[in-house]
């Protein structure tokens, strides 16, 4: 069965630096687009970052633009999110997300662009 499995969360104080890792199974990853999400206590989950099959395209929402960047290794199965000067306000549990390869699609900015999530893992930064 499908499966992302999302780890590297934690507590980290104002300005340091995670990275968040997420193994998939069960569906075609290197042909899947992908992304990460977050969701904050009573807020809306938002859209992070995404990046197509190849890498060669990727996009970020303006508030972790400069900060964060997506990555992926297509031979292991795994999408990352390294996220540097981290802020109190990027306190949230976070998503990654998994897009089923469809025709002319590259990167996807919208939830509902996407089939597979993951259980998420919390992020907690400190002031």
């Known amino acids: 069965q499908v499966q992302l499995v999302e780890s590297g969360g934690g507590l980290v104080q104002a300005g340091g630096s995670l990275t968040l890792t997420c193994v998939a199974s069960?569906?075609?990853?290197?042909?899947?687009?992908m992304g990460w999400f977050r969701q904050a206590p009573g807020k809306e989950r938002e859209f992070l970052a995404s990046?197509?099959?190849?890498?060669?395209?990727?996009y970020y929402t303006d508030s972790v633009k400069g900060r964060f960047a997506i990555s992926r290794d297509n031979a292991k199965n795994t999408l990352y999110l390294q996220m540097n000067s981290l802020k109190p306000e990027d306190t949230s549990v976070y998503y990654c997300?998994?897009?089923?390869?469809?025709?002319?699609?590259?990167?996807?900015?919208?939830?509902?662009?996407?089939?597979?999530w993951g259980q998420g893992t919390q992020v907690t930064v400190s002031s």
């Open positions: 069960g569906f075609a990853f290197s042909h899947a687009a």
């Open positions: 997300a998994a897009a089923k390869e469809r025709t002319g699609v590259t990167v996807v900015l919208y939830e509902g662009g996407y089939d597979y």
């Open positions: 990046i197509s099959w190849s890498s060669a395209n990727t």
